[in-house]
């Protein structure tokens, strides 16, 4: 339905239905889900524009999965209309969209997975952390949590030098950040490990890379980080471009993940020093006596593909 404007009808309901799939149309109906998909449990909305409306209403007792992409230049849309997602069965929530005026999550009693991707400039860094913030402060039950580069730095523009982050995951088990190996972001990244105590897996996606200013530490040694010392056990390192930093990283995790077993590190390209990087890395301490190191010498998706798949 290509530039198509949808105007769902109000006087009859598809009760059978449980799969919905809009691309590319415009909507036009604040309530998507009210009665007219009473057993509707996978919806996707896929580079649709929002038209006019003030409201996007999703709200269904029958939903699992809510998917809300649009990677066009289509902010005007968002940024005039609110999204409120209140289903009380939703186990997967995916938003990778431009950040709208308002993102209202209530009663998602049953979340599991949550990714959250903002395509947006970097003007409106603060304004994507509060939203963040928000949006995860009413999903600390979920189990996996994925993050966009944008999403990590609107937070270190909110919590920037806050010890105590105001949300804890005590059911988090896994962890996926696309990141720069910088201050900002690796500041985030304690965080939610701080606050993240049962954490079983750690996935980042390495980013440009800038650096962090030399007096700045990863951690505290006085400060304790509960999943690195009984609950973290695979870490894996994607976009690795083998930068001294991304080394000070690898040491860190080899030093504090106490009983960690995989530490996977995926080269961002051929790499013809894999052999000594991989000899200086297996001289690094390990707190774990039973950690294997693997370098995978292949070439990852393109920064275009990771975005398209990231929700």
């Not at 049953?110 to 999903?139: A, P, Q, R, T, Y």
């Not at 961002?268 to 200086?280: A, K, T």
């Not at 297996?282 to 039973?290: E, L, Q, V």
């Given at each position: 339905?290509?530039?198509?404007?949808?105007?769902?009808?109000?006087?009859?309901?598809?009760?059978?239905?449980?799969?919905?799939?809009l691309e590319e149309v415009e909507l036009s109906n604040e309530h998507l889900?009210?009665?007219?998909?009473?057993?509707?449990?996978?919806?996707?909305?896929?580079?649709c524009n929002f038209g006019s409306m003030t409201m996007v209403d999703i709200a269904s007792t029958s939903l699992v999965y809510v998917s809300i992409k649009n990677f066009v230049d289509n902010r005007v849309s968002f940024v005039n209309c609110n999204i409120k997602i209140s289903c009380p069965n939703l186990k997967v929530l995916k938003y990778g969209a431009p950040l709208a005026k308002d993102i209202i999550l209530e009663n998602l009693f049953s979340i599991e997975v949550v990714h959250l991707f903002f395509f947006d400039?970097?003007?409106?860094?603060?304004?994507?952390?509060?939203?963040?913030?928000?949006?995860?402060?009413?999903?600390?039950?979920?189990?996996?949590?994925?993050?966009?580069?944008?999403?990590?730095?609107?937070?270190?523009?909110?919590?920037?030098?806050?010890?105590?982050?105001?949300?804890?995951?005590?059911?988090l088990k896994?962890?996926?950040?696309?990141?720069?190996?910088?201050?900002?972001?690796?500041?985030?990244?304690?965080?939610?490990?701080?606050?993240?105590?049962?954490?079983?897996?750690?996935?980042?996606?390495?980013?440009?890379?800038?650096?962090?200013?030399?007096?700045?530490?990863?951690?505290?040694?006085?400060?304790?980080?509960?999943?690195l010392e009984s609950h973290l056990k695979l870490i894996q390192l994607a976009g690795f471009?083998?930068?001294?930093?991304?080394?000070?990283?690898?040491?860190?995790?080899?030093?504090?993940a106490q009983v960690l077993e995989k530490l996977i590190v995926v080269w961002e390209c051929y790499n013809d020093i894999l052999e000594e990087v991989s000899d200086e890395v297996s001289k690094f301490p390990r707190a774990s006596?039973?950690?294997?190191?693997?370098?995978?010498?292949?070439?990852?998706k393109s920064r275009s593909r990771y975005r398209d798949n990231f929700v």
């Amino acid at each position: 339905m290509d530039g198509s404007v949808l105007k769902l009808p109000n006087h009859f309901g598809f009760h059978q239905l449980k799969f919905l799939h809009l691309e590319e149309v415009e909507l036009s109906n604040e309530h998507l889900t009210s009665c007219l998909f009473s057993r509707l449990e996978k919806l996707k909305l896929d580079c649709c524009n929002f038209g006019s409306m003030t409201m996007v209403d999703i709200a269904s007792t029958s939903l699992v999965y809510v998917s809300i992409k649009n990677f066009v230049d289509n902010r005007v849309s968002f940024v005039n209309c609110n999204i409120k997602i209140s289903c009380p069965n939703l186990k997967v929530l995916k938003y990778g969209a431009p950040l709208a005026k308002d993102i209202i999550l209530e009663n998602l009693f049953s979340i599991e997975v949550v990714h959250l991707f903002f395509f947006d400039s970097d003007d409106v860094m603060e304004e994507i952390g509060m939203c963040v913030h928000n949006m995860i402060k009413n999903v600390v039950s979920t189990s996996t949590l994925k993050l966009c580069h944008s999403s990590i730095g609107g937070l270190y523009n909110v919590f920037h030098g806050v010890r105590n982050f105001p949300v804890t995951f005590y059911k988090l088990k896994c962890l996926k950040l696309a990141v720069a190996i910088d201050e900002s972001c690796m500041e985030v990244m304690m965080l939610l490990l701080k606050h993240s105590p049962n954490l079983e897996v750690l996935d980042l996606f390495s980013d440009e890379n800038y650096g962090w200013d030399e007096n700045w530490k990863l951690h505290d040694p006085s400060e304790s980080v509960v999943c690195l010392e009984s609950h973290l056990k695979l870490i894996q390192l994607a976009g690795f471009k083998n930068e001294e930093k991304e080394i000070e990283l690898l040491r860190f995790f080899l030093k504090n993940a106490q009983v960690l077993e995989k530490l996977i590190v995926v080269w961002e390209c051929y790499n013809d020093i894999l052999e000594e990087v991989s000899d200086e890395v297996s001289k690094f301490p390990r707190a774990s006596s039973h950690v294997v190191v693997s370098f995978l010498n292949f070439k990852p998706k393109s920064r275009s593909r990771y975005r398209d798949n990231f929700v």
